[in-house]
């Protein structure tokens, strides 16, 4: 363990992480509400609903992953080991892909399955949710390193 325990007596949210969860969440669902607004344009109803939920679950997925640390980088985040996480980030795909490609699950979500194409750009778009956060973790390091130098 590289840090010292949280004190019991402090809340396990702080103001701060409230904040900034709930400003991540605005972002994630402004890709949402954009994706879906494209698709809706060129696709029909039920595969722009199923575009608008690949990419809201992939920018879940990528919030999970940008959140493993706020000090490093996403890159760095992933080196380190967790079994867990992988396990997660499988099933929620293969979650994903059933309830865009299995009959019975399409029709009971009312989509339609997405072509190939339409998937990869819901996942671009999706991941596209987490850029913001990324470039504002690595703004704080570039100052974190300027401030520590004497």
Same mark, same amino acid.
């Given at each position: ?40 344009? +060129? ?5 722009? *609903? =199923? ?5 809201? /679950? !992939?920018?879940? #997925? &990528?919030?999970? %992953? ?5 000090? +490093? ?5 992933? *080196? =380190? ?5 992988? /396990? !997660?980030?499988? #099933? &929620?795909?293969? %979650? ?25 750009? &819901?996942?671009? %778009? ?25």
């Amino acid at each position: 363990m590289h840090r010292p325990p949280r004190d019991a007596k402090e809340p396990l949210f702080g103001g701060a992480t409230l904040l900034l969860a709930f400003v991540q969440g605005l972002g994630a669902l402004a890709v949402v509400m954009v994706a879906f607004a494209w698709a809706h344009a +060129r696709l029909t109803e039920p595969e722009a *609903r =199923a575009f608008a939920f690949a990419t809201l /679950v !992939v920018g879940n #997925l &990528a919030l999970i %992953l940008s959140n493993r640390s706020s000090q +490093r980088s996403l890159w760095a985040s992933l *080196r =380190a080991p967790n079994r867990t996480l992988w /396990v !997660v980030l499988g #099933l &929620a795909f293969g %979650l994903l892909w059933v309830s865009l490609y299995l009959p019975w699950a399409v029709e009971v979500l009312r989509f339609a399955p997405l072509p190939a194409h339409e998937l990869v750009s &819901a996942c671009a %778009l999706g991941l596209l949710s987490l850029l913001w956060f990324e470039g504002i973790k690595w703004v704080q390091r570039q100052y974190l390193m300027t401030t520590s130098k004497p």
